[in-house]
């Protein structure tokens, strides 16, 4: 071993930490953390720790990190921890510990205005509605002020606003070196800090897809980084698979078509009929989208390669898709020397054609050009790269081996063609460079204390595991109730049933209830049974249900209005921060096993069939027990925070199974009466009742005791 730095005497009563910040209590399980932290950072080595809620792993981390210096990334699940992190834990650790340490916040390129694509949407003038135009003027403003250009600056255009995809970047629309705003381009500004920084906070999906690309950012900072910290690294695998998978939609290639038109009528009118090889695009795109048709009456609006029902009309709408996207991309780079647009159009076709070849059956032809189309005045046609067409063509072949799956998901007239591995051990466990400390930390890492899942997941090696149980006291805060009574899940009647089952709880809890489903059509049948008992009961409760506005405006409502009930599925299951009285009751419909039309997931527990293995106790449960963890630590979030978890699904105490879905739950006491749940809302209120009576005793007495001093 190594020698470490102490870390305890800064966790200390008495100790730095203690000093500076407000509120701050010495806990053993932070101080034991940051230790084991300490060490592994010292040694080098790979840490994988669970710490439970209250544990402060943020503090756990942050403080042995800095104290042990060099070059540190710190990769978040969300930009919301990740902006928090930056803006609030870091310095205030920083400060509290009086160190000289630089810090930068790194996004991706589509979270930073660009100043080329800002001014010539000013000009273009082509915008959706006059809503688009008033935030388009604040976007100006916000351009001459900020010093980031971080879009998370600007409140008052909301993050998802659609004015924000024609005002900056993305890898494909971005000219590099070649812009004539490229020094001031806060991407690079950005990157630049990162590379000069001691440390980077960015978040997983920038990381992996950066990986992925082999973009420039995280790409070049990995190497150079002496400890990587993984918070929230429950999420990895499942953003792993999607980052390091692949996906082209009628979206990129309908943007092509309309990229290539400007481009080409803007700097190269008379080269060729601009229009007319975009539309042979935006044709052949459409008739793709309606090959695959019939995948809109299939579960979940996606199918896999193999069970397409037209495999043949999907093959032939593909290759008129690759022989117009090729054509237009051979004019564009034969006249790309005329303008960076031209150019920066042009190299999205040989990359558009790879993506598309993946699902190839045969090799990807080199459609030749039509000279009636282009007049190559400005370059030879051997611009545009051949190889790229061979690329696909190899590439194709080696997605029809093991380890991948292929799958069509349809929406809203529009269609996204998928690509991902089974497995993302080996190319995950890749991307780590010799000589570094790796922490990968969350609350929920193993099932009932095993990490073996998620360590297999990212194929990690030489790993040392830790687990920190929450300082909460969950068998005197909160209750665990699985109602009798409920239909088994999968009867057609189960949500009227849990609806019914949960209105006396909602009673009891007069609403401060946060509602978990497993699906969206599950949300909306809850949130309209809901509205419907509500009224019948004269409830006049807000109802506020996920869709209806933005996730963030939805949890700042729910937090400020009483007896407020939110009903959400897979985005509200984790990250949600709801202490105090705000939120007494979690309810979850069903345990939250992975629909069984997810096409990777189908693929996984075939692979594991044909081997030999048993996919239910090595994938499916395993990642049931984790989600299942993650929606119950909603519940109680402070020391002092309280209230009912409840599942109506009856397999988490029937099954022989379950026992391992509840033991790695929080301790809460365990009950399947209404009648305990009932009485612990009431001993609860009573006891608030009893402090606030206490508490305004006391302020009359002060009253009266200052009104005699001034009699006197």
């Known amino acids: 071993m190594t020698e470490t730095h102490d870390v305890s005497a800064l966790f200390a009563a008495d100790g730095p930490l203690a000093k500076k910040l407000k509120g701050y209590r010495p806990r053993t399980q932070q101080t034991e953390l940051a230790n084991t932290i300490a060490q592994t950072i010292a040694d080098q080595g790979t840490l994988v720790a669970e710490a439970g809620t209250g544990t402060g792993k943020t503090f756990a981390y942050l403080v042995p990190v800095l104290v042990h210096g060099g070059k540190v990334l710190i990769s978040t699940g969300t930009k919301t921890l990740q902006d928090q992190l930056f803006a609030r834990d870091l310095p205030a650790v920083r400060t509290a510990l009086a160190l000289p340490v630089t810090a930068a916040l790194l996004k991706g390129r589509s979270n930073y205005l660009c100043h080329y694509h800002l001014e010539r949407t000013v000009h273009d003038g082509r915008l959706a509605s006059r809503f688009e135009v008033a935030q388009l003027r604040k976007i100006e403003v916000f351009a001459k002020q900020t010093r980031s250009g971080d879009k998370a600056e600007l409140a008052d255009v909301p993050e998802n606003a659609e004015v924000w995809n024609k005002v900056t970047s993305t890898r494909d629309n971005c000219l590099g070196s070649e812009c004539p705003s490229y020094r001031e381009c806060f991407v690079m500004q950005a990157r630049k800090a990162a590379a000069e920084a001691d440390v980077v906070v960015v978040n997983h999906a920038l990381f992996l897809a950066d990986l992925a690309l082999k973009d420039e950012g995280i790409t070049d900072l990995l190497p150079a980084a002496d400890t990587v910290v993984f918070d929230e690294a429950h999420q990895l695998p499942a953003a792993a698979t999607r980052f390091l998978g692949e996906s082209v939609s009628s979206h990129q290639l309908l943007d092509f078509a309309r990229d290539a038109t400007v481009a080409g009528l803007s700097h190269a009118r008379e080269s060729a009929d601009w229009p007319m090889m975009a539309s042979a695009v935006e044709q052949a795109t459409r008739e793709l989208r309606l090959s695959c048709a019939a995948i809109e009456k299939m579960p979940g609006q996606r199918s896999t390669f193999d069970a397409l029902p037209s495999i043949d009309a999907f093959n032939a709408a593909l290759k008129e898709v690759i022989d117009a996207v090729h054509k237009l991309g051979q004019c564009l780079m034969a006249v790309g020397v005329r303008h960076p647009d031209l150019d920066m159009a042009g190299k999205r076709g040989p990359e558009l054609i790879a993506l598309l070849g993946r699902w190839r059956e045969g090799q990807v032809p080199a459609a030749p050009v039509d000279d009636r189309q282009v007049k190559l005045s400005d370059g030879p046609a051997s611009a545009w790269e051949e190889p790229a067409v061979d690329e696909a063509a190899k590439a194709a072949e080696a997605r029809k081996g093991d380890g991948w799956v292929r799958w069509i998901e349809t929406n809203n007239n529009h269609i996204r063609l998928h690509t991902a591995p089974l497995s993302v051990a080996e190319a995950f466990s890749q991307y780590r460079p010799g000589g570094q400390a790796w922490i990968l930390t969350s609350a929920t890492l193993s099932v009932h204390g095993d990490f073996s899942h998620f360590i297999r997941q990212l194929g990690l090696r030489n790993v040392t595991t830790g687990l920190w149980e929450s300082p909460f006291d969950y068998a005197s805060q909160g209750r665990l109730f699985v109602p009798h009574g409920i239909p088994a899940p999968q009867d057609p009647k189960y949500t009227e049933g849990f609806v019914e089952a949960l209105i006396p709880v909602l009673a009891a809890s007069k609403g401060s209830a946060l509602v978990l489903c497993t699906t969206l059509r599950a949300v909306d049948k809850v949130a309209e049974m809901l509205d419907k008992e509500f009224r019948?009961?004269?409830?006049?409760?807000?109802?506020?249900?996920?869709?209806?506005?933005?996730?963030?405006?939805?949890?700042?409502?729910?937090?400020?209005?009483?007896?407020?009930?939110?009903?959400?599925?897979?985005?509200?299951?984790?990250?949600?921060?709801?202490?105090?009285?705000?939120?007494?009751?979690?309810?979850?419909?069903?345990?939250?096993?992975?629909?069984?039309?997810?096409?990777?997931?189908?693929?996984?527990?075939?692979?594991?069939?044909?081997?030999?293995?048993?996919?239910?106790?090595?994938?499916?449960?395993?990642?049931?027990?984790?989600?299942?963890?993650?929606?119950?630590?909603?519940?109680?979030?402070?020391?002092?925070?309280?209230?009912?978890?409840?599942?109506?699904?009856?397999?988490?105490?029937?099954?022989?199974?379950?026992?391992?879905?509840?033991?790695?739950?929080?301790?809460?006491?365990?009950?399947?009466?209404?009648?305990?749940?009932?009485?612990?809302?009431?001993?609860?209120?009573?006891?608030?009742?009893?402090?606030?009576?206490?508490?305004?005793?006391?302020?009359?007495?002060?009253?009266?005791?200052?009104?005699?001093?001034?009699?006197?």
């Open 536 to 712: 019948a009961r004269g409830w006049d409760w807000p109802l506020f249900k996920q869709g209806d506005r933005s996730r963030r405006e939805l949890l700042d409502r729910f937090r400020v209005s009483k007896h407020a009930v939110l009903v959400g599925s897979a985005s509200f299951w984790e990250g949600i921060d709801v202490p105090g009285d705000a939120l007494t009751l979690v309810a979850i419909d069903k345990l939250p096993f992975a629909p069984p039309d997810d096409p990777v997931l189908d693929a996984r527990i075939k692979a594991c069939k044909e081997r030999g293995g048993n996919a239910f106790f090595e994938y499916q449960l395993p990642e049931a027990a984790i989600a299942l963890k993650q929606g119950a630590g909603r519940l109680i979030r402070t020391e002092s925070d309280w209230g009912v978890l409840m599942v109506g699904d009856r397999r988490l105490v029937e099954k022989p199974y379950g026992k391992r879905l509840w033991r790695g739950l929080p301790p809460f006491t365990r009950t399947r009466s209404l009648d305990d749940v009932v009485a612990f809302f009431d001993e609860r209120a009573l006891a608030k009742g009893a402090v606030a009576g206490a508490v305004k005793n006391a302020a009359d007495a002060a009253d009266a005791a200052e009104d005699a001093a001034a009699v006197g």
